[in-house]
């Protein structure tokens, strides 16, 4: 748990500090701020899906690793879709930014965190989609990249925090970066990062040495699909609804514990 809370802490202090910042940098520089973050979440992604060819899912699962990556993330993606739980994220924003920050009398942002009516405020500039925005990109970023899951499991079975410690300088700056250019919002991404961070050090203590390394390269590679939605969206080149393929982050190392 200590590297959870060190994380929840570098998130807070690097979003805070985005703030202050962010009213005094042009929008054309917020703007680059959020390209060159998106380019770089693209390229990280990149690398962690490549574990899908690695030698431990290779190892383990032959020329079937590529298949059983892709069920799980078309699985997941149409269980995440039943469930809508983007928009449930989306949705759990907007409640935040309106207990929080308070409403305006501009028209709501659609629950999916990703359009506004045609006949409102300019989504770029529009603070109620600026926060859901914030809050959706940035708990995407901090929960969804394999680390958000390592650097727990690691804490859970060994008590070792490193990874975490290196997340929580990464999530911190990037943090700042998107606080800067999307608001408060990015804050309270702390949330689900710590139930989710929290539940799988939790987990991981009781699990013990069910988890195998061919299971976390299935996570790592998952993920990595993930993380390049997320980049996808970041740049605007198209809104994956990265959220509802979340399940996949779960169906992957099972299938590979089943595999005969």
Request: proline share 5%; net charge neutral.
């Given at each position: 748990?200590?590297?959870?809370?060190?994380?929840?802490?570098?998130?807070?202090?690097?979003?805070?500090?985005?703030?202050?910042?962010?009213?005094?940098?042009?929008?054309?520089?917020?703007?680059?701020?959020?390209?060159?973050?998106?380019?770089?979440?693209?390229?990280?992604?990149?690398?962690?899906?490549?574990?899908?060819?690695?030698?431990?899912?290779?190892?383990?699962?032959?020329?079937?690793?590529?298949?059983?990556?892709?069920?799980?993330?078309?699985?997941?993606?149409?269980?995440?879709?039943?469930?809508?739980?983007?928009?449930?994220?989306?949705?759990?924003?907007?409640?935040?930014?309106?207990?929080?920050?308070?409403?305006?009398d501009a028209p709501d942002a659609d629950p999916?965190?990703?359009?506004?009516?045609?006949?409102?405020?300019?989504?770029?500039?529009?603070?109620?989609?600026?926060?859901?925005?914030?809050?959706?990109?940035?708990?995407?970023?901090?929960?969804?990249?394999?680390l958000a899951i390592l650097g727990p499991l690691?804490?859970?079975?060994?008590?070792?925090?490193?990874?975490?410690?290196?997340?929580?300088?990464?999530?911190?700056?990037?943090?700042?970066?998107?606080?800067?250019?999307?608001?408060?919002?990015?804050?309270?991404?702390?949330?689900?990062?710590?139930?989710?961070?929290?539940?799988?050090?939790?987990?991981?203590?009781?699990?013990?040495?069910?988890?195998?390394?061919?299971?976390?390269a299935a996570i790592t590679a998952t993920g990595?699909?993930?993380?390049?939605?997320?980049?996808?969206?970041?740049?605007?080149?198209?809104?994956?609804?990265?959220?509802?393929?979340?399940?996949?982050?779960?169906?992957?190392?099972?299938?590979?514990?089943?595999?005969?």
């Open positions: 748990m200590t590297g959870t809370l060190l994380n929840v802490v570098a998130i807070v202090l690097g979003a805070t500090l985005g703030v202050a910042l962010g009213g005094r940098l042009p929008a054309r520089v917020r703007g680059t701020v959020t390209d060159v973050l998106g380019l770089f979440v693209v390229v990280l992604g990149i690398d962690g899906a490549l574990a899908t060819f690695g030698p431990e899912l290779r190892g383990s699962l032959g020329r079937a690793a590529v298949l059983v990556i892709l069920g799980s993330l078309l699985l997941g993606g149409v269980l995440g879709e039943v469930v809508d739980l983007d928009g449930r994220l989306a949705r759990l924003g907007s409640w935040l930014r309106a207990r929080t920050v308070g409403r305006r999916s965190g990703t359009s506004l009516d045609a006949s409102g405020p300019d989504p770029v500039t529009d603070p109620r989609h600026r926060f859901v925005e914030g809050f959706v990109v940035a708990s995407l970023v901090v929960c969804v990249g394999p690691q804490d859970g079975l060994t008590g070792d925090y490193q990874l975490l410690a290196v997340k929580s300088l990464l999530d911190g700056f990037a943090a700042l970066a998107f606080a800067s250019a999307l608001g408060i919002g990015v804050a309270f991404a702390v949330l689900p990062l710590f139930v989710l961070q929290a539940s799988v050090a939790l987990t991981a203590r009781t699990l013990g040495d069910v988890v195998t390394d061919p299971m976390l990595g699909f993930l993380v390049i939605g997320i980049g996808l969206r970041l740049l605007e080149i198209r809104q994956v609804r990265v959220a509802n393929l979340l399940p996949g982050l779960v169906l992957a190392p099972v299938a590979v514990a089943v595999w005969p």
